[in-house]
């Protein structure tokens, strides 16, 4: 049981972090997210590039069976980076986008410390912990999804008119 929910989390995060990440890099549907417009167009490009990877160190190593220590770290990266965007949104005091980020961090904290405890090397949380753990952070991130959906977006200014 706990095999098949961490391989859902991990397609959970996997997919999430693509979407997320692939309009960052194009530049492309940029002005729909949140926070990014005081975000200079480099480091987006490289928050998009870490976005599409993490995906691959997700899933990759686990299928191949190969290098599966990768998994975990990069599951352990993702929560740590995902926890500072949380950072961000509550500066900026947009308190939907910053749970939404808060559980993301969870859930990928969630998968790496799963992970670790079937490889063997790092911490562990009982099954009968950890797989509910789980499933409320989705239904949570399902829930907090839908709030930043039906939410109207900020109105924005417009950038005065060059002569």
Known sequence: MLTTT???AQAVLALFFLFAGLPKIAGRGIDRWTGFDDVPRPL??????AEVAAPVALVLPMLLGRLEWTTPLAAAGLAVVTLMAS???VRAGEWLPALETAL???LAGAVAIGRWGLLG???TLAAELLVPVIGVLV???VVNIVAIFRTP?????PEPALR
């Open 6 to 8: 961490l391989w859902a």
């Open 44 to 49: 987006t490009v490289v928050i998009g590039i």
């Open 87 to 89: 950072g961000f949104h």
């Open 104 to 106: 993301w961090a969870a």
């Open 153 to 157: 977006a900020p109105a924005r200014t």
């Open 121 to 123: 090397t790092g911490p």
């Open 139 to 141: 239904v949570a991130l």
